[in-house]
C-alpha cells in the first residue's frame, strides 16, 4: 500500500469530536476501533457536555461516553451506527527512527495528516514511569484523540500532547497503542477525583499539586480535600512530577492512600478510600 492509500485509510477511520467544556466548544479528533462505533480518543478532548461525532464522509452523530481513564488520558465512545471503517493496532512497540503518520483536526482543519519519525518509545523524565510513544513530528490542538500509525497505516498510539522544551524541541507525545488495548480489557483503574497543577510551595524547594479542582461525590470529597490543597506525597513518598498522583492511586494497597498535603501553609495527613468514580486529573498545558 502506497503512503496515499494509507493516509486515505488513516482519514476515513479519525473522527471529528466536538462538545461544549465549562461553556465554551471543545474538539479534538477520534479513532475508529471498532467496525460497530466504537471510538477511543483522549479523556481530556471530553468536555462536560454532549458530543457530537462528525465522520470523514460528513455525516454527524451524537456519542455517549462508555467509560474514561483520566489517569492514562483515554475514553471510549459510541455512536449509533454500524460498518464504519475500523483501524488496526500494532501490538509490537513502535521503533526508534521509524516513519509516523499522524491525522487529525487541528485549528479545525478535517483530516490534515503530517509524517514525522519515532524519537523514542519509553518513559519521559520528569513524567513519571508510563511509556510513551515519543515522536518528532508536528501536531497542533485538535490532533488529540487521533492516531499515530506506522507507514502501513496500523496504530501505534493515540495523539495526546506536545511536550515543549529546549531538549525536547516539540516532541510529540502518544499514549501507546497496548496502554489502549489494556484500557479496553480491564476498563478504568483507581481514582481520586482531583484536577492538580504543579507548584512550587517552598521557594522552589520540592513539587506540590495544587488542587484546582474537587469532583463531587469523589472519593477526594469524601476525605475532604479543598481546591487550594497542595498535595505534597503519597504512601511516605514525595511526588516528583503530576503523573506520581496518579501511580500511587493506582498502587494504593487495599485502596487506601495515604495523602500529606498543606492547607494554608499548614502541613496535614489524611488517608483515602480511593474509588472507580472519578479520576485525577492533570491540567492540559
Same mark, same amino acid.
Given at each position: 500500500?502506497?503512503?496515499? @492509500? =494509507?493516509? @486515505? ?26 467496525? &460497530? ?10 468536555? *462536560? ?16 461516553? #462508555?467509560?474514561? &481513564?483520566? /489517569? ?7 455512536? *449509533? ?20 503518520? /499522524?491525522?487529525? *483536526?487541528?485549528?479545525?482543519? =478535517? ?11 519509553? /518513559? ?27 507507514? !502501513? ?11 515543549q522544551g529546549i531538549m525536547s524541541g516539540g516532541i510529540a507525545l502518544a499514549v501507546p497503542s497496548a ?16 484536577? +492538580?497543577? !504543579?507548584?512550587?510551595? &517552598?521557594?522552589? #524547594? ?23 490543597? +497542595? ?5 511516605? =513518598?514525595?511526588?516528583? !512530577? ?32 480511593v474509588n472507580l468514580e472519578a479520576g485525577v486529573r492533570r491540567r492540559a498545558a
Amino acid at each position: 500500500m502506497g503512503i496515499g @492509500e =494509507t493516509a @486515505e485509510m488513516l482519514r476515513r477511520s479519525t473522527v471529528h469530536i466536538k462538545g461544549m467544556n465549562r461553556g465554551r466548544p471543545s474538539a479534538g479528533s477520534g479513532v475508529i476501533w471498532n467496525g &460497530d462505533g466504537t471510538i477511543i480518543t483522549n479523556a481530556h478532548v471530553l468536555g *462536560n457536555g454532549g458530543h457530537i461525532v462528525e465522520l470523514w464522509d460528513g455525516r454527524t452523530f451524537p456519542a455517549e461516553v #462508555k467509560e474514561r &481513564d483520566d /489517569a492514562r488520558d483515554l475514553a471510549r465512545i459510541k455512536v *449509533n451506527t454500524a460498518g464504519l471503517p475500523a483501524l488496526t493496532a500494532r501490538s509490537e512497540a513502535a521503533r526508534a527512527g521509524e516513519v509516523v503518520i /499522524a491525522v487529525g *483536526n487541528p485549528l479545525g482543519f =478535517t483530516g490534515a495528516l503530517t509524517t514525522g519519525v519515532v524519537h523514542a518509545n519509553g /518513559a519521559v523524565a520528569g513524567m513519571g514511569r508510563r511509556r510513551w510513544v515519543q515522536a518528532a513530528i508536528r501536531l497542533a490542538p485538535g490532533n488529540s484523540g487521533g492516531p499515530l500509525a506506522d507507514a !502501513s497505516g496500523h496504530v501505534l498510539g493515540i495523539n495526546t500532547m506536545i511536550m515543549q522544551g529546549i531538549m525536547s524541541g516539540g516532541i510529540a507525545l502518544a499514549v501507546p497503542s497496548a496502554t489502549v488495548e489494556a484500557f479496553l480489557r480491564s476498563g478504568a483503574g483507581p481514582r481520586l477525583g482531583v484536577t +492538580v497543577q !504543579s507548584v512550587r510551595p &517552598d521557594r522552589g #524547594k520540592g513539587l506540590g499539586l495544587l488542587v484546582l479542582s474537587v469532583e463531587a461525590g469523589s472519593a477526594a470529597e469524601h476525605a475532604s480535600l479543598l481546591i487550594g490543597d +497542595v498535595l505534597m506525597g503519597a504512601n511516605g =513518598t514525595p511526588f516528583q !512530577s503530576s503523573a506520581d498522583l496518579s501511580e500511587a492511586v493506582a498502587l494504593a494497597q487495599a485502596g487506601v492512600l495515604h495523602l500529606r498535603f498543606l492547607r494554608g501553609g499548614n502541613p496535614r495527613e489524611r488517608e483515602v478510600s480511593v474509588n472507580l468514580e472519578a479520576g485525577v486529573r492533570r491540567r492540559a498545558a
